[in-house]
């Protein structure tokens, strides 16, 4: 495995068991992640009747110069301004191109959209307050959550249901 991929790799996987974790708490579940793939990223399992999640992991970034920056490939000290209709924006091109890719995914099971927003500025009730905003296409995910990161607790603790 690349360094890349290796990063990649890990992100997802982290994004998964925050889900993991959230979904256990929240709705006294007993998943666990049980294979790392491609398409879907992660494939979790409720451990108390064996139903099984594909779930595709992705990150909303505002855009590139924010990815680098918070991924610590950056020099840059600060980040431009930014505004939540960019971040509406920027979803809604992140949902479609989503959509679109799992047309092609070969499943046996239900498959779910985890997008991680990494945004330090924009919340979850930054989100609530546009949803109007946000389209959500016809495409083969039955379920779509946006995880945010609860600053307080210092993890990543919200998860909203697009879908």
């Known amino acids: ?66 990815a680098r920056f918070i991924l610590g490939r950056s020099q840059e000290r600060f980040h431009s301004p930014e505004h939540i209709e960019e971040y509406i924006s920027r979803l ?8 679109e890719k799992a047309k092609g995914y070969n499943h046996e099971y239900p498959l779910a959209l985890l997008i991680r927003v990494v945004s330090p500025l924009f919340h979850m009730l930054n989100y609530d307050t546009y949803e109007s905003r946000i389209v959500v296409p016809t495409s083969d995910f039955k379920i779509i959550w ?18």
């Open 1 to 66: 495995m690349t360094e890349s991929l290796d990063e990649k790799w890990l992100i997802e996987e982290s994004a998964a068991l925050a889900l993991v974790e959230l979904l256990n708490l929240q709705q006294g579940m007993k998943y666990e992640i049980v294979q790392h793939s491609d398409r879907p990223d992660m494939i979790i399992e409720n451990q108390l009747d064996g139903s099984r999640l594909g779930v595709e992991v992705t990150h909303l970034f505002y855009d590139s110069d924010e």
């Open 146 to 163: 946006l995880l945010f990161y609860d600053f307080l607790e210092r993890r990543w603790t919200r998860l909203k249901r697009l879908r």
């Open 92 to 99: 809604n091109a992140l949902l479609q191109q989503k959509s």
